[in-house]
């Protein structure tokens, strides 16, 4: 359990925001309550009365120091990310604290590790950018397929998605990585992200039991591409998505995630299931759980807790996998994440 210490989050009323603060809450930690906006703050504290909100704003980087005074660590729930990492980054290394963000951006998270990863380190904080469910868990899972092996052929990530209402943030962030691909799509490979006009491939993948196979849009590139390369000597990583949940996505009038249980979440379900090949030699693993957003909340606490709490490989700006015992941070999760790890597959 959390120590009692305080742990900032920044846009603390959104969606994932408030999954956030309440796994906070659940953990034995004391959520500062963050966000531009005072009128949503305000409504936030009444649903829990006692806890401190601050308005801060990414354009001061005076109200950004004052939000964090006191926190132990920083998780930034608020994107676009373009917008919001940068700035709360250089806040957190001011304030000499690590910072963790649920980014699924490919280029927010590009910027984040090019632009930390000396002072970062220089300064023997944490940084973790894509600590959430796109980006953080396919790395922690890749991570642990690849058990013993340091380097592969290939990494495939396949989202099973039973649908995908997306927020508001979701899309807003669809749009300005959009932009900032000038409308281009963009696919990790021969080592590097390449930009391109190519249809998308749709094709069919063998999800293990019960989902079984699916109908998948190929080259639908999700955060994955930036952490699992990160720190795994790999050239190929493509992710899928489900055609159905990509549909979803990009319905003109996308509805938003509906609550269905005391939690919070959404009916929505998923099963990542990553397959990682080297040579001859083929290893896969799954997680299956209970919506996408909800899910993010404990892995960007989960990292929060392992952080302050000395359980780290490294330093500076890196990816789940590289900060964390993937196999011990991935179990610890059980009452979110079920595991499936074939036989033959280090776990
Ligand atoms: N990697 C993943 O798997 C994963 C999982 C969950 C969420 N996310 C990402 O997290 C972000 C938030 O998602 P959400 O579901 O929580 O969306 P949401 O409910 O729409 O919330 C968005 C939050 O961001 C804040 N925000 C946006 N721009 C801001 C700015 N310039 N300055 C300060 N705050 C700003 C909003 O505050 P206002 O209301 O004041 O605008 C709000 O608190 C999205 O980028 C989403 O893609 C990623």
Redesign the pocket.
């Given at each position: 359990m959390g120590s009692g210490q305080n742990v900032a989050v920044?846009?603390?009323?959104?969606?994932?925001?408030r999954f956030v603060v309440a796994e906070l809450i659940e953990r034995g930690y004391v959520p500062l309550l963050l966000?531009?906006?005072q009128d949503?703050l305000v409504a936030l504290v009444a649903a829990h009365p006692g806890l401190a909100a601050r308005q801060a704003?990414?354009d001061d980087p005076a109200s950004l120091d004052r939000a964090l005074d006191g926190a132990a660590a920083v998780i930034n729930?608020?994107?676009?990310?373009a917008?919001?990492a940068g700035p709360l980054v250089e806040a957190a290394l001011r304030a000499g604290i690590p910072y963790v963000d649920?980014?699924?951006?490919i280029e927010a998270n590009v910027d984040t590790f090019a632009h930390f990863a000396d002072r970062a380190r220089a300064a023997g904080t944490v940084v973790v950018p894509?600590m959430?469910?796109?980006?953080?868990?396919g790395d922690l899972l890749v991570t642990t397929a690849m058990g013993d092996w340091t380097a592969a052929d290939e990494v495939h990530v396949a989202y099973g998605l039973s649908s995908w209402h997306p927020?508001?943030?979701?899309l807003?962030?669809?749009v300005v990585s959009g932009q900032r691909r000038g409308g281009r799509r963009v696919r990790f490979t021969g080592g590097r992200l390449e930009y391109h006009d190519d249809a998308l491939p749709t094709l069919e993948w063998p999800f293990p039991a019960p989902l079984g196979p699916q109908s998948v849009i190929g080259e639908f590139t999700m955060?994955d591409v930036v952490t699992v390369p990160s720190h795994l000597d790999v050239r190929e990583v493509r992710t899928y998505m489900t055609a159905k949940a990509a549909a979803d996505l990009g319905a003109s009038d996308p509805s938003a995630p509906a609550a269905v249980d005391d939690r919070g979440r959404s009916a929505q379900t998923f099963v990542v299931d990553v397959l990682v090949r080297s040579g001859g030699a083929e290893r896969r693993v799954a997680a299956t759980g209970q919506d996408?957003?909800a899910v993010?909340a404990p892995l960007a606490v989960e990292a929060v807790d392992r952080i302050l709490t000395g359980r780290t490989r490294t330093t500076g700006v890196a990816s789940a996998g590289a900060v964390f015992d993937a196999p011990d941070f991935l179990r610890a999760l059980s009452t979110h994440l079920s595991l499936h790890v074939p036989a033959g597959t280090r776990g």
């Open positions: 920044f846009g603390a009323y959104g969606h994932t925001g966000g531009r906006d949503k704003s990414v729930c608020a994107g676009p990310f917008t919001t649920v980014a699924a951006e894509a959430a469910f796109y980006g953080g868990l927020t508001t943030g979701t807003a962030s669809g955060a996408i957003y993010s």
